[in-house]
């Protein structure tokens, strides 16, 4: 019978991305990740969907249509994207960067609302 050893180590990893320039995501990594560790960006992200997810409290309903309601809720909230970065933006409609003080949304999945906005409709 063979003897299997295993071995662990944790291995923290950090990445930033940008749609613009490698220069512009080391730009986005200091910004948003920095000197963070990732309990701290763990704690952040929970307590942002954590006061999403709780400016609704359901009562009554079964877990499934519980579970229905704030999965749709969740949907909701993942989109619009802003792709903008310190004011500009790649815009894939004519491939090129622009320069805009605005914030540039994409992806709203418009096509997906069955998955989002017809669940809370319904309900």
Same mark, same amino acid.
């Given at each position: ?15 930033? +991305? ?37 400016? +609704? ?25 802003? +792709? ?37 409709? +319904?309900?």
């Amino acid at each position: 019978m063979p003897i299997c050893i295993s071995f662990y180590r944790e291995v923290e990893f950090k990445y930033a +991305i940008s749609y613009i320039s490698p220069e512009q995501a080391k730009r986005n990594y200091d910004k948003e990740l920095g000197k963070s560790n990732f309990q701290s960006v763990l704690d952040a992200g929970k307590l942002a969907w954590s006061k999403v997810m709780s400016q +609704i409290k359901v009562e009554g309903g079964t877990e499934g249509q519980k579970r229905s309601f704030y999965t749709a809720l969740y949907r909701c909230y993942e989109r619009m994207v802003d +792709i903008s970065e310190d004011s500009t933006y790649y815009s894939g409609f004519d491939k090129k960067i622009h320069k805009d003080s605005r914030n540039f949304y994409v992806d709203d999945w418009s096509w997906d609302t069955y998955l989002a906005q017809h669940p809370l409709r +319904i309900i």
